[in-house]
T-cell receptor
């Protein structure tokens, strides 16, 4: 069946680094997205991985291992504005997005 | 980047009335649009997928007669919540996929529906 797991909530300190993990089991795989969602707002795109390895984009990096069904989002130099929910989503063979429940990230000063 | 708009951003209505939400792709042609709803502190739940000019495909458990979806053009899809009830109160988000870029979905800003 389809399943995407990510931690419900994480807490980190401003200026630090945090890694949010995502494991998945889906019917086919056409890539994995990470989205950021602030409360009351729609998700905004952060990254897309379809090949194994690390994609770096400024303070945010995303890693994928297809053989392990595993991805992580790495956030460096955390800022208070990074407090949000981070959603992992996998595109299946039929191009349908399967969403994780999201990880609420709390940044403390 | 691709922009998707939604209107209205917020609506409050009385129980029993119908509410229409519009989703527009502003700078690209959206061959496929998706409608999601999201309850507080929960993840996005796909309601239906609509392709321009054809009937929407609804997810299991979503009432077709309750949530009417029309995708009449390549830039506009509408979701009508008919005979709304308080349990329909939710955050509704649309997304659109550019036919030439078949992977990424571009999200609208969402519509907060409150049914009294």
């Amino acid at each position: 069946g389809q399943n995407i797991d990510q931690p419900t909530e994480m807490t980190a300190t401003e200026g630090a680094i945090v890694q949010i993990n995502c494991t998945y089991q889906t019917s086919g795989f056409n890539g994995l997205f990470w989205y950021q969602q602030h409360a009351g707002e729609a998700p905004t795109f952060l990254s897309y991985n379809v090949l194994d390895g690390l994609e770096e984009k400024g303070r945010f990096s995303s890693f994928l291992s297809r053989s392990k069904g595993y991805s992580y989002l790495l956030l460096k130099e955390l800022q208070m504005k990074d407090s949000a929910s981070y959603l992992c989503a996998v595109i299946e063979s039929n191009y349908q997005l399967i969403w994780g429940a999201g990880t609420k990230l709390i940044i403390k000063p | 980047g691709a922009v998707v708009s939604q209107h209205p951003s917020r609506v409050i209505c009385k129980s029993g009335t119908s509410v229409k939400i519009e989703c527009r792709s502003l700078d690209f042609q959206a061959t496929t649009m998706f409608w999601y709803r999201q309850f507080p502190k929960k993840s996005l739940m796909l309601m239906a997928t609509s392709n321009e000019g054809s009937k929407a495909t609804y997810e299991q458990g979503v009432e077709k007669d309750k949530f009417l979806i029309n995708h009449a053009s390549l830039t506009l899809s509408t979701l009508t919540v008919t005979s709304a009830h308080p349990e329909d109160s939710s955050f509704y988000i649309c997304s659109a996929r550019d036919g030439s870029s078949s992977v990424e979905q571009f999200f609208g800003p969402g519509t907060r529906l409150t049914v009294l």
